[in-house]
């Protein structure tokens, strides 16, 4: 049995040749427009049937990814689905970053991002769609050739076979090249899914490993300079002047220009622009936050916590149910900002032209950053080529709506007249803003005679990702939904008749950002520790107080039942360890984490990790494991290090030595384990990240008896 998607709702358009026979059909998405030209014009005797694949005379398949690689996976999981419906050779796929385009716009959206854990699932249908086109075209070829009707012919890793006649793909892109392409593709039963489903290895391993595969870093061609920036040591200040003759001595400086966000020492390399950075001698006016204090900021907004806020969520009447409560649970929870720390700092390269501006970088957000260009350069958007390069890691931070990094190396190669690499070092890397919000959430919960939850009440306090941004029109009757996520819409939450959830958003000069798994990065936290409270209160397990809790949650409950089995919970540990649990959904996926912890040396150590991952249909189990591994590493790194602090306006910590992420010889076994299952597929990326703070803080209260509310977490014994 197959499935058939009508193509009414995509116009595939036909085009002329583009020479050598070659045709170009582009792929249609509501509310995306026809690219000027093919993505990249096909070579003689190819076939790019749309946007997303082109098949070479050499049987060669290249897929173009609408989304950028950063690790997550899916330079392998995209490329998956094309080739399942194509039923190609596998070993014959090779993959290549889009250039920034309409065609290439996220489903739904106007515009070409990377981010929400959406490319896969966002792309689940359009992907399979590009190759069953393909391969429809592929078949209509091959059976012209053949002399036999289309039904006559089927397809094998990279052939169409009709009795004893068999062709290679690359043998009839000629053929195909000059067909037009169905209206109506035929989509795969999944029973008969050969790829989709299986663990995969990754096709980016080999080069990242030999040194093939190119990072923004890598950017290097004759011409090129390197720049380094000069930023306010507090947000918001300015220069009021400065001096750059003891820069311009510096051998390999060639210029010093001042552009928006500070003063650019642009030299022949690296180390002589970082050099004649540190020679220049500058005055700043710090501004309004030279006072930034993270102790008095986290006083005030305890203060704001004390008051009603803008309701995010609200059902029956909290304050009254409370008031009536057989018991009431008081707790304040508090996180601090948080820097994304990438393994390969930002970097842009950027070479102005007349009618041309290039920008080769590692981005989240391929339209924003071209819109940006074109602004500062005065070209038109279709005139800004951008180039995206591998990500050494994003986590959120080169999806800034403001473009920051790349805004600047624009105005840098504009201001110098040439083309010019734009680097941050670490430390300007950890001291440049755009943070995780910093969050303090007050919580008031009232248990009946059961020890079961009857009123909720909870308020946070913490600045709006939203505000200020191109995306404010997201905030909904003064709520930025990035703050609330994983709480107003909390199963925990949501079934109490008598609730009520109100969000504070202080502004405080501090650039912040979503950061991998947004808002759910900490109410994962408070939710789970404060189940765990309430599970202790009322005397019960903390697993069977969430069945009980959960019972009416299907998915949620298969999370937490497979976690707890894997992880042997209710069974004898060594003397010193104790386990603690969390689940949580995010991303339309649902994960459960037990952490096995002891208390060594003063510090803690986390022994185990279980996981258990509901993702809906799991198109490379082996990257979803993978991505669940890399989401607690990501987690326990923010549990017990990360914090980012202010004193005198000034960011306090500026490299890996004081903000500290996991090191392999902390790094704990994990367990994965996906639940099978036929749902829509949901995100992954970021899904491994909200648990892991909560179900370690739930382990040491196990071991401790003490609670901690606070991130990062101490050691105790």
């Known amino acids: 049995m197959k499935t058939s998607t009508d193509s009414s709702r995509r116009d595939f358009l036909r085009t002329t040749a583009l020479g050598g026979g070659a045709l170009v059909v582009s792929f249609f998405v509501p509310g995306a427009h026809r690219l000027a030209q093919a993505a990249a014009e096909p070579a003689a005797a190819s076939l790019a049937p749309n946007a997303f694949l082109r098949i070479g005379a050499d049987d060669r398949i290249t897929v173009l990814l609408a989304h950028s690689e950063m690790g997550q996976g899916i330079w392998t999981a995209l490329p998956m689905l094309i080739a399942e419906e194509l039923d190609a050779d596998w070993s014959r796929i090779s993959v290549e970053h889009a250039p920034a385009a309409p065609d290439y716009f996220a489903m739904g959206m106007p515009m070409q991002f990377t981010g929400g854990s959406m490319s896969t699932w966002t792309e689940f249908e359009r992907y399979r769609q590009a190759g069953a086109t393909a391969r429809a075209l592929l078949i209509q070829a091959a059976a012209k050739q053949f002399g036999v009707k289309a039904a006559a012919c089927r397809t094998e890793n990279g052939s169409v076979i009709a009795g004893d006649k068999h062709a290679r793909y690359g043998e009839l892109v000629g053929t195909a090249a000059k067909l037009t392409a169905p209206k109506t593709v035929a989509l795969k039963d999944p029973r008969d899914w050969k790829l989709i489903g299986k663990p995969t290895r990754r096709l980016d391993t080999p080069e990242k490993i030999d040194g093939r595969a190119k990072f923004g870093m890598d950017v290097q061609f004759e011409g090129l300079l390197t720049a380094v920036v000069a930023r306010s040591p507090v947000f918001g200040g300015s220069v009021t002047s400065f001096d750059a003759s003891a820069a311009k001595q510096v051998p390999g400086v060639r210029d010093v220009v001042q552009v928006p966000s500070g003063i650019a020492v642009v030299a022949d390399h690296f180390w002589a622009a970082k050099r004649g950075r540190d020679a220049l001698r500058i005055e700043w ?35 009254a149910a409370l008031s009536k409560a057989a018991r009431r649970v008081e707790a304040e929870y508090a ?175 501090v650039p912040v950002l979503w950061l991998r798994s947004v808002g759910h990065s900490h109410t994962g936290f408070v939710m789970e520790s404060l189940i765990d409270e309430l599970a202790h209160a009322a005397g019960k397990d903390p697993v069977a107080f969430r069945q009980g809790l959960l019972r009416k949650h299907a ?109 392999m010889n902390q790094m704990p076994q994990i367990d994965v384990h996906i639940v099978p299952s036929t749902d829509k597929p949901g995100g992954i990326g970021e899904v491994g990240v909200p648990p892991i703070a909560a179900a370690l803080a739930n382990a040491l209260f196990a071991l401790t008896g003490q609670r901690q509310r606070e991130l990062p977490l101490r050691a105790t014994s």
């Open 555 to 663: 998915r949620h409950l298969g999370v937490l039942n497979l976690a707890a089995e894997k992880a042997g919970w209710g069974t004898p540990l060594p003397a010193g360890r104790a386990r603690g649990i969390a689940v949580h959904e995010s991303f339309a996926s649902y994960a459960a984490q037990v952490a096995e912890i002891s208390v060594e040396n003063g510090a803690i150590r986390v022994h185990r990790v279980t996981c258990a991952i509901d993702c809906g249909i799991a198109v490379n189990p082996a990257g979803i494991a993978a991505q669940m591994e890399s989401g607690v590493v990501f987690g326990l790194s923010a549990a017990l290090f990360g914090r980012i602090e202010f004193k005198q306006g000034r960011v306090q910590e500026s490299n890996y030595h004081d903000y500290r992420v996991l090191r």
């Open 335 to 509: 996180v601090p900002y948080l820097a994304h720390a990438p393994m390969e700092p930002l970097n842009c390269t950027v070479k102005i032209g007349k009618d041309l501006c290039e920008v080769w970088t590692g981005t989240q957000f391929q339209t924003l950053e071209q819109a940006t260009a074109a602004r500062i350069t005065g070209l038109k958007p279709e005139q800004v080529r951008i180039h995206t390069m591998f990500l050494g890691g994003g986590f959120g931070r080169r999806a800034t709506p403001t473009s920051d990094f790349v805004s600047e190396a624009v105005e840098v190669a504009k201001a110098a007249g040439k083309p010019v690499k734009t680097v941050w070092t670490r430390e300007d890397d950890i001291r440049g803003g755009y943070y995780r919000p910093a969050f303090v959430h007050k919580v008031e919960v009232g248990l009946d005679e059961a020890g079961q939850p009857v009123a909720w009440q909870h308020r946070i306090v913490g600045q709006s990702i939203l505000g200020g941004t191109p995306f404010a029109m997201m905030i909904k009757n003064g709520v930025d939904a990035t703050s609330v996520e994983g709480v107003a819409d909390s199963p925990y939450v949501k079934d109490i008749a008598d609730h009520r959830v109100d969000l504070h958003s202080p502004e405080t000069g």
């Open 285 to 319: 006016n710090l501004g309004p936050n030279a006072s930034l204090d993270s102790a008095s900021l986290r006083e005030e907004y305890a203060k704001y916590a004390g008051s009603e806020g803008t309701v995010a969520s609200q059902a029956g009447d909290a304050t």
